[in-house]
């Protein structure tokens, strides 16, 4: 896990084991600084995914683990965030696990703790939330299945990942399912990094917010009272 952006929110063990590396496969929202702590013989495999651009299909990258293994190399599979929350790092091993190819995995910060806490916005809080969900925004087919009734909860916060495409459906449906129109809601543009943004707004508000900002991925969206923290824990004011 390479962590959400900040170049810095990388473990120690995953710098030491890039030191080490004879290849390297990353993925599109690894920071490129990362890169300067490979050795200048270590060789770097870009695999990263986008909208409707995939530079190597999923399947074809599990391939290519699969035979950089067999030929005994040390490789490291560099993914944003964390592998194993919305990283497909469970598919990547298990295909690994499968074919008898030792690996193992180093943990990383995900968007959500490292996006919120840049932002100033707890994700639990004794006074606001007891509990936090984590949801994946992708829009299949102009809609999103979800267990909207399971997630339109009070004292709840919900991360959604990748939901900038589909930020008016799951503000429209978290409404119809019960969270009041004026449920606090903020959209996290480029969290940790110099370029971060915040837009702060309401279930019935944000996709306004959004379309009259210039908003582009990756984001992150936070829905809940928590939101309503950041006036008051907001610490991180990039100037770029």
Known sequence: GAGPGDPELITLKAVRLLEQAEVVVYDRLVNPALLQHCRPDCAQIYVGKR???????QA???ELLVMLGRQGKRVVRLKGGDPFIFGRGGEEIDTLAAEGIPFQVVPGITAAAGCASYAGIPLTHRDYAQSVVFVT??????SMNLNWRALAQPRQTIVFYMGLVGVDVLCRELTAHGLPPATPAALIQQ????QQRVLTGTLDTL?????????KAPTLII??????LRDRLKWFEPTA
């Open 207 to 215: 996709p306004a917010i959004v379309r009259q900002g210039g908003v």
């Open 223 to 228: 829905i809940g009272e928590v939101v309503t």
């Open 137 to 142: 925004g992708h829009m299949q087919d102009g």
């Open 191 to 194: 969290g940790t990094t110099p």
């Open 51 to 57: 909208k409707h651009c995939h530079s190597m299909p």
């Open 60 to 62: 074809r990258i599990c």
